[in-house]
């Protein structure tokens, strides 16, 4: 069975391209809430569990004993576009343990923001290390690792005792196994586990409620989503959905993508935790199922229900800025209109 | 129906996405040799059917009386990458009847290639409309307004004589209508017309073997596609999928990329014209699906086959150089395997 059409992509009047997916929502019972698609095929949640990733940053006390707040404990779950800010809060993260960009096994590359990169470029600089979208989440590794003794080389590796508290919170919050045949090696270079959809809803369910987790680590979660949610912008960057979208929630959000067409979400007041993936890995289009699906989850009237739902249709320009199209959630997301709900 | 899955995406030995897309090809005679997928729905062809768009450079008799040789008019068949090359070439086409990149349409935007952004930064220069990928097409436009006596203000737009001869060439050649109500504005400004698959593909049959078109028309045909393949690198550019298939086709293929996931080629040997389209729109699928359509055309044993055979199966690096997985073609598209042979 083919996962359905989620988003379409539209030029002039005609639909010009079709993305399908998978939609997760769950509450914190764990009582499904929504599912569409094949919600128990493993998925590689990439990016989208930095938060999760980072809960050996808080449980360990590492954060506590280097005194971080809300910007480096959300750098710790970003994939940052690396705009100046970024780069020099990661900086100063590694320098708190006395390490310094050498110790980042994460590989380097161009900033994703492009205005970064043209402004790199103009001062005549290059790309390193800091740069990379996972240094705020390497630079919390690292700092785990110095606090709690282990030597940090190799901290990326599958077997190394840094991969192995990250797994222990993976397997804890999801209540999935991760298997070593199901383990694949991200961009970043760390282990990335494919696991159910359904599972990854059901670990961001309680993350947000804390339903089903040690007081401590239920402590730690509320943490890591208070500090992205205050500081959206070290979480992504300029323009991205996940800053726009955790700006727009004022708090009440919990947003975070990953490559391929993941999204984890949660709304902490309702309990719901939320995971998607767009089958052929469009960003632009996980970014619209995600809205879409979070939009639907909120009351009619609530003003971040209308502005979600704004983000779900968003607009193509060509190069001249002429408005060409647009995007915009299909099928089972579409929204209800008046006519639809005549029948 | 779902269209079928012709490329599987993989990191370990997990299939991380999948994207579905359909396939036509059809031979001089215009019988369907191979037909996946919805054949028959309407797709925008975009920047694949450059080569049919500057049919009226030739025929007006423009390239002709500008001497134009093979560079010329491969750039005006191309969606290049803005590398130093071609942004110059591009200039002194439009030098040749007096203009320069003012009266480009195109509108600006920074080169495809991120060497030449980098570049260009370095420098401390900024992108014009020369660095747009289509501004080699849209000389080739400004060139044959100049030549024909039409004024050229506005050749962008529907309704210019300009814009009328294209059409016309492409209904001429595609024998498909292209209606106002199937029209979307492109990337470039240029009109773009919605029209089915299989159309295309008779298309690309007859612009190779001439069949069905007038004597002046197949002459001009054969006079495109030869520049094209005589050089491939100012049809795209460095690293670019059209350029390194053209590149290994050594005259014997021609292939053009167009947005949103579309390819338009012709085997001139054959006779044969293909037209894929990936339904939701992804460049690196698409590069795999034609890679894999042009090798399974060729005879067993053609070194050509299984180079394009092996372009089908690009493996992905991680930022530090790690493979991490690939690209594969999937389906209808794999290809046989010594097991499914024994079946």
Same sequence: chains 1, 2.
């Avoid at 983000?311 to 209800?336: D, S």
């Amino acid at each position: 069975m083919a996962n359905p059409i989620l988003v379409e992509a539209l030029r002039g009047g005609v639909v010009e391209s079709r993305h399908r997916g998978a939609v997760a929502v769950v509450d914190a019972d764990g009582g499904t809430v929504l599912s569409l698609g094949e919600v128990e095929r493993p998925v590689f949640p990439r990016s989208a569990v930095k938060a999760i990733q980072a809960l050996p940053l808080i449980e360990s006390g590492t954060a506590d004993a280097l005194r971080f707040g809300n910007r480096e404990i959300a750098l710790a779950c970003a994939s940052h576009t690396g705009e100046p800010a970024h780069v020099e809060l990661a900086r100063a993260m590694l320098a708190r343990v006395g390490l310094d960009e050498t110790a980042l096994e994460c590989g380097a590359h161009w900033p994703t923001s492009h205005e970064a990169t043209i402004a790199l470029a103009r001062q005549g600089g290059s790309p390193g290390a800091l740069h990379n979208n996972c240094s705020g989440k390497h630079s919390g590794f690292l700092c785990t690792c110095v606090q709690a003794g282990i030597d940090h080389r190799g901290y990326v590796g599958q077997g190394h005792p840094l991969q192995d508290m990250v797994r222990e919170a993976l397997e804890g919050v999801t209540g999935a196994v991760h298997a070593v045949d199901a383990c694949g090696t991200d961009g970043c270079s760390i282990p990335t586990y494919a696991v159910p959809l359904m599972a990854l809803a059901r670990g961001f369910a309680r993350m947000a409620s804390g339903a089903g987790l040690s007081a401590a680590r239920a402590a730690a979660a509320k943490r890591l989503f208070a500090a992205c949610t205050a500081e959206p912008f070290y979480v992504a960057g300029t323009g991205c959905a996940d800053t726009a979208m955790m700006q727009a929630g004022g708090g009440r959000l919990f947003t975070k993508g990953g490559a391929e067409g993941v999204f984890c979400a949660a709304i902490p007041e309702l309990g719901l935790g939320i995971a998607i993936k767009c089958d052929d890995g469009a960003g632009r289009a996980a970014e619209v199922m995600i809205a879409a699906t979070l939009a639907r989850l909120l009351p009619e009237g609530d003003r971040l229900r209308t502005a979600l739902a704004a983000m779900a249709e968003p607009t193509l320009k060509n190069w001249r800025g002429i408005e060409v199209g647009g995007l915009r959630p299909a099928g089972p997301l579409a929204p209800q209109r008046p006519a639809d709900m005549t029948r």
